[in-house]
């Protein structure tokens, strides 16, 4: 099967025009959703501080104290969890131990020079990834990375397992196109075991490699799969292995927020928050619009992951769920270079007399 360059040209007029509407009223909306999330995001803050909840990074912060201290991870997380009144049930309330076993070895700082280095390694293979596209798209594509990556560099990143697994998955979408796709084979897995919501990355890759008939790395991908799900049963009998029956339960995760959630996360996690929303709002939607433009593997492995997981939390996602949007640092706001490229296909499929003369998309 061969995947189309411009997905966007191949659209019925229908279609095209739907998508477009829908761009600008999102760029629109969310000027105006910004501020109530962020609203949202400060009262819901002041209700957990006056129930005497602490912040995630304490938490975290405290675990990995204990088991550089010697302790086991799953006995440590637990008593921790209790002692901050977070929830040990399910499973997934408690990170996978990767973090505080690493963070043992080399500390905070080894951490916070290895999310530097990510966030250098990100432009540098986004500049190579986007070359044969011109030199223009080239250099744009790294800017965008490293000015989108700059919260590698806030001092609780070395805590923060959404921001340092999304680093890795950036680093691996650049290269999960070029003969490098065994590296970033190996750095998804390495993501997914650190934050276990990264694992739908690994599973829109699969779908674009059967799709794209690329066997060979569709069977290394099912091959990670079957690692990553091991490990995670592992984790997942270890966590069942400390649990009490005094221990929190998750109230779960079925918060409907709808798209001003994840949208409001992107920003917060990027240095779009330093913007003014007038110009903030429209740049996230159009970043998402660019990747739903990008055409080949890596554009629609890509618009596949974000749509997905977008989706996924405006769904299920609670107010202060806002960080899961850390795994799309900074690949999502590359989006914008093929901002140009999806605004043409698209006027060219609204320009088609009909469906039955492809002349945009046979470009």
Same mark, same amino acid.
């Given at each position: 099967?061969?995947?189309?360059?411009?997905?966007?040209?191949?659209?019925?007029?229908?279609?095209?025009?739907?998508?477009?509407?829908?761009?600008?009223?999102?760029?629109?909306?969310?000027?105006?959703?910004?501020?109530?999330?962020?609203?949202?995001?400060?009262?819901?803050?002041?209700?957990?501080?006056?129930?005497?909840?602490?912040?995630?990074?304490?938490?975290?912060?405290?675990?990995?104290?204990?088991?550089?201290?010697?302790?086991?991870?799953?006995?440590?997380?637990?008593?921790?969890?209790?002692?901050?009144?977070?929830?040990?049930?399910?499973?997934?309330?408690?990170?996978?131990?990767?973090?505080?076993?690493?963070?043992?070895?080399?500390?905070?700082?080894?951490?916070?020079?290895?999310?530097?280095?990510?966030?250098?390694?990100?432009?540098?293979?986004?500049?190579?990834?986007?070359?044969?596209?011109?030199?223009?798209?080239?250099?744009?594509?790294?800017?965008?990375? *490293?000015?989108?990556?700059?919260?590698?560099?806030?001092?609780?990143?070395?805590?923060?397992?959404?921001?340092?697994?999304?680093?890795?998955?950036?680093?691996?979408?650049?290269?999960?196109?070029?003969?490098?796709?065994?590296?970033?084979?190996?750095?998804?897995?390495?993501?997914?075991?650190?934050?276990?919501?990264?694992?739908?990355?690994?599973?829109?890759?699969?779908?674009?490699?059967?799709?794209?008939?690329?066997?060979?790395?569709?069977?290394?991908?099912?091959?990670?799969?079957?690692?990553?799900?091991?490990?995670?049963?592992?984790?997942?009998?270890?966590?069942?292995?400390?649990?009490?029956?005094?221990?929190?339960?998750?109230?779960?995760?079925?918060?409907?927020? *709808?798209?001003?959630?994840?949208?409001?996360?992107?920003?917060?996690?990027?240095?779009?928050?330093?913007?003014?929303?007038?110009?903030? *709002?429209?740049?996230?939607?159009?970043?998402?619009?660019?990747?739903? *433009?990008?055409?080949?593997?890596?554009?629609?492995?890509?618009?596949?992951?974000?749509?997905?997981?977008?989706?996924?939390?405006?769904?299920?996602?609670?107010?202060?769920?806002?960080?899961?949007?850390?795994?799309?640092?900074?690949?999502?706001?590359?989006?914008?270079?093929?901002?140009?490229?999806?605004?043409?296909?698209?006027?060219?499929?609204?320009?088609?007399?009909?469906?039955?003369?492809?002349?945009?998309?046979?470009?």
């Amino acid at each position: 099967m061969k995947l189309p360059t411009h997905p966007l040209a191949h659209l019925p007029r229908w279609a095209a025009l739907a998508l477009l509407a829908l761009t600008l009223l999102g760029s629109a909306w969310n000027v105006l959703a910004l501020d109530t999330r962020d609203q949202a995001q400060r009262s819901d803050i002041a209700e957990r501080t006056a129930r005497g909840e602490r912040p995630d990074m304490e938490l975290y912060r405290a675990i990995n104290a204990r088991v550089a201290a010697g302790e086991s991870y799953h006995a440590a997380a637990a008593a921790e969890h209790r002692e901050f009144a977070m929830p040990t049930s399910p499973f997934v309330t408690v990170r996978t131990p990767v973090l505080a076993w690493t963070s043992a070895w080399w500390g905070a700082e080894g951490w916070r020079t290895i999310a530097a280095l990510l966030w250098g390694a990100n432009m540098l293979a986004w500049f190579n990834a986007l070359r044969a596209d011109g030199m223009g798209r080239a250099l744009a594509g790294g800017a965008l990375a *490293g000015v989108f990556g700059m919260v590698a560099f806030i001092p609780d990143v070395a805590f923060s397992h959404d921001i340092l697994a999304g680093l890795m998955l950036s680093l691996a979408l650049a290269l999960s196109a070029g003969r490098a796709w065994p590296l970033a084979l190996l750095l998804a897995v390495l993501a997914i075991l650190l934050r276990e919501l990264a694992l739908p990355f690994l599973l829109a890759w699969g779908a674009i490699a059967l799709a794209a008939r690329e066997q060979h790395k569709a069977l290394a991908i099912g091959a990670a799969l079957l690692v990553v799900a091991l490990a995670l049963a592992g984790h997942a009998w270890a966590v069942a292995a400390v649990r009490l029956p005094g221990d929190f339960v998750s109230p779960g995760w079925s918060g409907f927020l *709808g798209p001003a959630l994840p949208l409001y996360g992107i920003h917060v996690t990027t240095l779009l928050h330093l913007l003014p929303t007038l110009i903030a *709002g429209p740049l996230a939607v159009l970043a998402l619009l660019g990747w739903l *433009g990008a055409g080949k593997p890596r554009g629609l492995f890509a618009a596949l992951w974000f749509t997905g997981f977008f989706t996924a939390v405006a769904l299920f996602a609670r107010q202060e769920n806002f960080y899961w949007m850390g795994l799309f640092v900074p690949a999502f706001g590359i989006g914008l270079v093929f901002v140009p490229q999806a605004l043409r296909d698209l006027l060219c499929a609204l320009r088609r007399p009909s469906r039955v003369d492809p002349s945009c998309a046979s470009r």
